[in-house]
């Protein structure tokens, strides 16, 4: 078997309701739902995830939502109301690659900040930018966030929203960086982008040679 590249592998206990929304917007597959338990997985070569796509859906129950094959990486999310039937799927596809779930790359964070008070032309272009999440209001504080490998940020958009009072204007989970971009008062978008920065830690905890970037 040519050689697989395990670049995102994150388990979703429960998509919270605004990130459940925003990905069902450009959902191909099966439409998550709140509190679905989901999976996300990106693998290099891009054409490789058509094999592991195959063999969840074959031996589990599970859903598909997405599958977006770039020329460098192929990415899928699955999800299922039972917890369990995800976690299956998971384990099916660590035994197709032969690996584990520590070998997955890291989450490098490669940009984090909170932008305060923004401008009505800042939030215009903004909006005119993002069409599938909630409107960016001027005078909010809105939280940015980029990764790599993309697929991390869907984990880390699910717990600052879990964790803070913030609005999802957009969530981009594919290509080489992920990118996150939440609204709230000043005070909620720090506490989101602490969330989100807890959310890499806990990756990286269970990846091998981990450093995270994190500023």
């Given at each position: 078997?040519?050689?697989?590249?395990?670049?995102?592998?994150?388990?979703?206990?429960?998509?919270?309701?605004?990130?459940?929304?925003?990905?069902a917007?450009?959902?191909?597959?099966?439409?998550?739902?709140?509190?679905?338990?989901?999976?996300?997985?990106?693998?290099?070569?891009?054409?490789?995830?058509?094999q592991?796509?195959?063999?969840?859906l074959?031996?589990?129950?599970?859903?598909?939502?997405?599958?977006?094959?770039?020329?460098?990486?192929?990415?899928?999310?699955?999800?299922?109301?039972?917890?369990?039937?995800?976690?299956?799927?998971?384990?099916?596809?660590?035994?197709?690659?032969?690996?584990?779930?520590?070998?997955?790359?890291?989450?490098?964070?490669?940009?984090?900040?909170?932008?305060?008070?923004v401008?009505?032309?800042?939030?215009?272009?903004?909006?005119?930018?993002?069409?599938?999440?909630?409107?960016?209001?001027?005078?909010?504080?809105?939280?940015?966030?980029?990764?790599?490998?993309?697929?991390?940020v869907?984990?880390?958009?699910?717990?600052?929203?879990?964790?803070?009072?913030?609005?999802?204007?957009?969530?981009?989970?594919?290509?080489s960086?992920?990118?996150?971009?939440?609204?709230?008062?000043?005070?909620?978008?720090?506490?989101?982008?602490?969330?989100?920065?807890?959310?890499?830690?806990?990756?990286?905890?269970?990846?091998?040679?981990?450093?995270?970037?994190?500023?």
């Amino acid at each position: 078997m040519q050689h697989i590249t395990l670049r995102t592998f994150v388990f979703i206990d429960a998509l919270q309701p605004q990130l459940a929304s925003h990905l069902a917007t450009s959902s191909q597959g099966f439409l998550p739902v709140p509190g679905d338990a989901c999976l996300w997985v990106e693998v290099a070569p891009g054409m490789a995830v058509h094999q592991l796509s195959d063999i969840a859906l074959k031996q589990t129950s599970v859903h598909m939502g997405e599958q977006v094959v770039e020329r460098a990486f192929g990415s899928m999310e699955i999800h299922y109301r039972n917890q369990s039937e995800v976690q299956a799927a998971g384990d099916v596809i660590l035994k197709q690659l032969q690996t584990a779930e520590d070998a997955r790359l890291p989450c490098q964070v490669t940009w984090s900040e909170v932008i305060r008070a923004v401008t009505p032309d800042h939030a215009t272009l903004i909006n005119r930018q993002l069409r599938k999440g909630s409107m960016l209001l001027p005078g909010k504080s809105m939280f940015i966030l980029e990764v790599e490998p993309a697929g991390y940020v869907v984990y880390a958009a699910n717990e600052a929203e879990k964790a803070a009072n913030v609005t999802l204007v957009d969530v981009k989970p594919f290509g080489s960086f992920g990118r996150l971009t939440m609204m709230g008062t000043e005070a909620e978008a720090a506490e989101a982008q602490q969330a989100a920065h807890r959310a890499v830690r806990q990756i990286n905890a269970r990846c091998s040679g981990a450093s995270g970037g994190l500023p």
